[in-house]
């Protein structure tokens, strides 16, 4: 069953240092999502990408964030300057687009630390 | 944007016992997902349930779109049900959205043996 993937699991960054986080999505789904749960909280949407730029994001997406989608399958999230309230779980989501709202599928996760 | 409330926050119960969960939004949605979070944090899918009910063996999920609000049933529960259970809705406000899941605090199950 074709699923979401995510690298690397686990990040562990100082502060003001830049991260990539990595998703590889569905092959055949076209909309694209990263959302983060700090430790304890709920999960929080962050980003959509759709059509190779973003269609809505999240007060939390500031200009330290920016993705990509850099070939055929791989969409990244990088952070450009890490602060310690990064510390979170990263999620990648991927759904199809059919003209209506579809399932997203979601990644197993990166679980950045930044010390 | 929705807003997503889960209740019960906390539910304690022994094996082998039934629950119910509920998931209230604020408006109407397009999308409405379950997902349970494992011990080691993955968002697993449970249901994608915009309306209607479906079941998949022991869990079952009801969508009553028109009263905004979704219930996530567990039978005979068993201890690896434990867990954290998310519900996330979504809703093309004005045809300004694209996706975007709004979840609800989760609702923390512990099953004891």
């Known amino acids: 069953e074709p699923e979401v993937t995510q690298t690397p699991s686990h990040q562990v960054t100082q502060m003001g240092q830049e991260v990539i986080l990595r998703c590889v999505p569905i092959?055949?789904?076209?909309?694209f999502y990263w959302y983060r749960q700090i430790l304890g909280q709920k999960v929080e949407f962050l980003v959509s990408f759709y059509n190779n730029e973003i269609s809505e994001k999240s007060e939390i997406f500031d200009d330290q964030f920016s993705v990509e989608r850099p070939d055929g399958s791989n969409f990244t999230l990088k952070i450009r300057s890490t602060k310690l309230e990064d510390s979170a779980m990263y999620f990648c989501a991927s759904s199809e687009w059919t003209g209506g709202w579809n399932e997203q599928f979601f990644g197993p996760g990166t679980r950045l630390t930044v010390l | 944007g929705i807003q997503v409330e889960q209740s019960p926050p906390d539910l304690i119960l022994q094996e082998g016992a039934n629950s119910t969960l509920r998931c209230n939004f604020s408006d109407s949605v397009n999308n409405l997902q379950w997902f349970h979070q494992n011990p080691w944090g993955q968002l697993i899918n449970l249901f994608y349930?915009?309306?209607g009910t479906k079941q998949n063996g022991r869990l079952s999920a009801t969508t009553v779109a028109t009263e905004r609000y979704s219930l996530l049933y567990i039978s005979s529960s068993q201890t690896t049900d434990s867990g954290v259970y998310f519900c996330a809705g979504g809703a093309n406000a004005g045809g300004t959205s694209y996706g975007k899941l709004t979840f609800g605090q989760g609702t923390i199950l512990t099953v004891h043996p």
């Open positions: 092959s055949n789904h076209l909309y």
């Open positions: 349930i915009p309306s």
